[in-house]
C-alpha cells in the first residue's frame, strides 16, 4: 500500500507535492520520492519519511509546473533504495510514474518484458514494471494521439495482472490516471482552476484547495492533455473490487473513497461490533481505543453500549504506524514508545480496548500487558474487523498465512497468547454492512474470507511468498 500525488499546475507544483505527500504519509513510510518537469526531469527520492527525505536546498531544483511524488510501503520486492518511486523512462518522449497496489504476475512478466523487449529492470519494483509495459505499448502505436494511447492502454491492462492505480507524465503531451479493472485500489481527481490533481486520497488534494471531481472508474483511464483539456475512456468494466481494508485500517478517517466515507464507515463498524459484545454480557467500566484508527469505532461502541469512553492511551505523534514498520522487531520496540497509559484512567478498572485488527498478535500483546500495568483489573480486547486470515496479493504487505495468527489458531487460543480478559471480533458480515453505508457494493474481502477476486499463478504465488520470507 502506497501513495501518490500528481499534479498538473500552472506554476512551480514541489512545494504542493511535498504537502500533498505529508497528508498521504500514513499510506508509507518506508521512502518518499518526487520528480517535477520543466525543461528536463528533476529528480529527489531515498528512504525514510517525506520530512526526512526532503530538504530546503532540494526545492531549488525541485522546478516545474508538473510534478509526481510518491510515498513507499513496500509489497513486490524487498523495500531496497533503488525500490523508491517515481521511476523515470526516456523512452519513447521520456514518461515518469508512481503507483499504487501489486502486480501479481509480476516476475513472469518481468522476465518476459526483458527477454523478448529487450528492456532491462533496474528495481524489483512493480511500478517500474508498469512503466516499462506503457512505455513498451505506447511505443507500439506510433504516433502519439489520445486514441493511440487509448489503445496502448487496452494492451496494459490486457498484461498486468493484479492491483494498481496510477499516475504517469508523458513528456510534452500530458498527464494520465489509471486504474486496474476491479478497480482494488483507491484513485480520485480534482480541480483547481484550469490545474489538475490526482491522488489515492481525497485529503491530499483538499490540502493543497484542490476541488475533488470523483474517482477514477474501475478500466478507466484519464489524460490531461498540454492544451488542459480531458479525455476519459473506460476501457474494462468488470466487478468493482475496492479493498474493504482500506476502510479498517489504511485510509485517513476524513477520507472518501469511491463514495463512502471512512469516518462513516468506521462509526458503523463500532455500532456493528456492539452486537458481538453484548451478547458476551461483560461487566466493563472503560471503553478505551488504541490510536488512532480505532476511534471512532471506539466512540460508537460506547454510546451503543452506554459505557464511558476515555482516552486511556496516548500516542506520541512521532512514531510512525506500527503495521506498516519494515520487520517485526521494529514494530515490537515501537509499541512502548508510541503509548503511554493514563494510569489515572485505568487504575482498578474493567478495561475494553477497541482496536481495528490483529494481524501477527504480538503488538497486541504488548499493548494489553502495557494497561495492566498501569493498574487495569482486567482487560478485555474487541476488533473491529474480522480475524484475518489470508494473505493479500493486492498490496498490503501480508502475503504469506505466517503473517497471521488467526491463520491457524482459534478465538480462545488467540485470547490466551496475548493475554486479554476476553476477545471480541467483527464479523465478516458486519464488516461488510457496516463499509457499505447503505450501498449495494462487492469488496475485495480476501484477507479475512479467502475470496480473491483476481486469480495468482502457481509459480508466481511461489515466487511472491518466496520473496517475502526472505527479505
Known amino acids: 500500500m502506497c501513495g501518490f500525488i500528481g499534479i498538473f499546475g500552472n506554476t512551480d507544483v514541489a512545494a504542493d507535492i511535498y504537502v500533498s505527500l505529508l497528508n498521504l504519509q500514513h499510506r508509507g513510510q518506508d521512502a518518499s520520492g518526487m520528480v517535477t518537469f520543466s525543461n528536463r526531469f528533476n529528480l529527489k527520492k531515498g528512504d525514510g519519511l517525506v520530512r526526512d527525505v526532503f530538504k530546503e536546498k532540494n526545492f531549488s531544483y525541485l522546478k516545474g ?16 533504495t533503488n ?10 518522449y521520456g514518461i515518469v510514474l508512481a503507483h499504487n497496489g501489486n502486480v501479481i504476475n509480476f516476475y513472469s512478466l518481468k522476465e518476459e518484458l526483458e527477454r523478448e523487449r529487450l528492456r532491462v529492470l533496474n528495481s524489483m519494483s512493480d511500478s517500474e514494471l508498469i512503466l516499462n509495459v506503457l512505455a513498451d505499448e505506447i511505443s507500439s ?33 500530458g498527464m494520465i490516471a489509471f486504474r486496474d479493472p476491479n478497480g482494488i485500489k483507491p484513485i480520485i481527481y480534482g480541480i483547481k482552476g484550469d490545474n489538475f490533481a490526482v491522488a489515492s486520497e481525497g485529503v491530499a488534494l ?41 476502510y479498517v ?21 463500532g455500532k456493528e461490533l456492539s452486537k458481538r459484545v453484548r451478547e458476551r454480557l461483560l461487566d466493563i467500566d472503560l471503553i478505551v481505543p488504541v490510536p488512532d484508527t480505532s476511534r471512532p469505532a471506539a466512540v460508537a461502541l460506547a454510546e451503543e453500549l452506554g459505557i464511558k469512553y476515555r482516552e486511556g492511551l496516548m500516542k506520541n505523534r512521532y512514531i510512525g504506524r506500527t503495521f506498516i514498520m519494515p520487520c517485526q522487531k521494529e514494530r515490537e520496540e515501537s509499541v512502548r514508545l508510541k503509548l503511554s497509559p493514563v494510569k489515572e484512567e485505568l487504575f482498578g478498572k474493567k478495561v475494553m480496548l477497541v482496536d481495528d485488527s490483529i494481524v501477527r498478535g504480538n503488538t497486541s500483546k ?3 500487558q502495557l494497561v495492566r500495568d498501569a493498574g487495569a483489573s482486567e482487560v478485555h480486547l474487541a476488533i473491529s474487523s474480522p480475524p484475518l486470515r489470508y494473505p493479500c496479493y493486492y498490496g498490503i504487505d501480508m502475503q504469506t498465512r505466517g503473517d497471521f495468527i488467526a491463520s491457524d489458531k482459534k478465538e480462545e487460543e488467540i485470547r490466551k497468547i496475548i493475554g486479554a480478559d476476553s476477545l471480541t471480533y467483527q464479523s465478516v458480515d458486519g464488516l461488510v454492512k457496516s463499509v457499505s453505508c447503505g450501498l449495494d457494493m462487492n469488496f475485495c474481502t480476501a484477507c479475512f474470507t479467502a475470496n480473491y477476486p483476481i486469480s495468482i499463478d502457481s509459480s508466481d504465488l511461489k515466487r511472491i511468498e518466496y520473496d517475502r520470507v526472505n527479505k
Open 65 to 80: 509546473n508538473i510534478g509526481i511524488g510518491h510515498v513507499r510501503y513496500p509489497t513486490i520486492g524487498r523495500g531496497e
Open 83 to 92: 525500490d523508491a518511486q517515481p521511476f523515470l523512462s526516456n523512452v519513447p
Open 141 to 173: 502505436q506510433l504516433p502519439f494521439s489520445v486514441d493511440n494511447l487509448f489503445r496502448a492502454m487496452e494492451e496494459v491492462f490486457v498484461k498486468l495482472k493484479g492491483s494498481y492505480s496510477a499516475v504517469a507524465f508523458i513528456k510534452d503531451k
Open 206 to 246: 483538499q490540502a493543497i484547495g484542490f476541488e475533488i471531481v470523483r474517482d477514477v472508474l474501475p478500466g478507466e483511464v484519464v489524460f490531461f492533455d498540454m492544451d488542459r483539456k480531458i479525455h476519459y475512456k473506460r476501457l474494462r468494466e468488470e466487478k468493482h473490487y475496492p479493498c474493504i481494508f482500506e
Open 249 to 269: 485500517y489504511f485510509a485517513r478517517p476524513d477520507s472518501i473513497l469511491d463514495g463512502k466515507s471512512v469516518y462513516e464507515a468506521r462509526l458503523n463498524l
Open 366 to 368: 504488548e499493548i494489553i
